[in-house]
Structure formats: C-alpha cells, structure tokens
C-alpha cells in the first residue's frame, strides 16, 4: 500500500514523506536512518497518513502537501489524522 504521511518532529515541526511500508518507514524515522531532516529533530511521531493507489498518487500527494501552509497541514491533521487509513 502507498501512504503519505506526515510526522510531528520534537521541536514541533512538520515532515511529509510517503512510502510503501509505513510501519518500516515510521520505525526507521525514529531510529534516526529515516530522512536527513528527521534525523535531527528526533523523536518523530506519525500524526497523519493517507492511502494511494499508486506511487505516482502518493509522491503528487505529497507534493501538494508540502506545498500546503503549516495552519493548512493542522487543519488536514485535525481533520483527518490517522483516520484516513483502511
């Protein structure tokens, strides 16, 4: 299954990333092997995922949201949060 995510990163701020396995992904997160960003700012919790059909439909959606303002990246958490998953 491909997910966006977003995760809230210790000093409070926001990643986006997406993946093919997210409970691998997350876990790598927190170890500190995810990506550069969160690597420095541990710990990471997972706030947000989304499922897509394809990997094409992940990386656009992740695209958008990065693009997206940091009070529009809350209101999708509240809206949705981890609810959005099957």
């Known amino acids: 299954m491909n997910v966006v995510y977003m995760l809230r990163c210790g000093d409070g701020t926001l990643y986006t990333g997406w993946t093919n396995d997210l409970a691998r992904r ?5 170890a500190g092997k995810g990506g550069r960003y969160t690597r420095s700012h541990l710990p990471v919790e997972l706030v947000y995922a989304e499922a897509c059909a394809t990997p094409h439909e992940a990386r656009s959606r992740e695209w958008h949201i990065k693009r997206l303002s940091r009070a529009e990246k809350l209101a999708l958490i509240r809206e949705k949060g981890l609810d959005s998953l099957p």
């Open 26 to 30: 997350v876990k790598n997160h927190q």
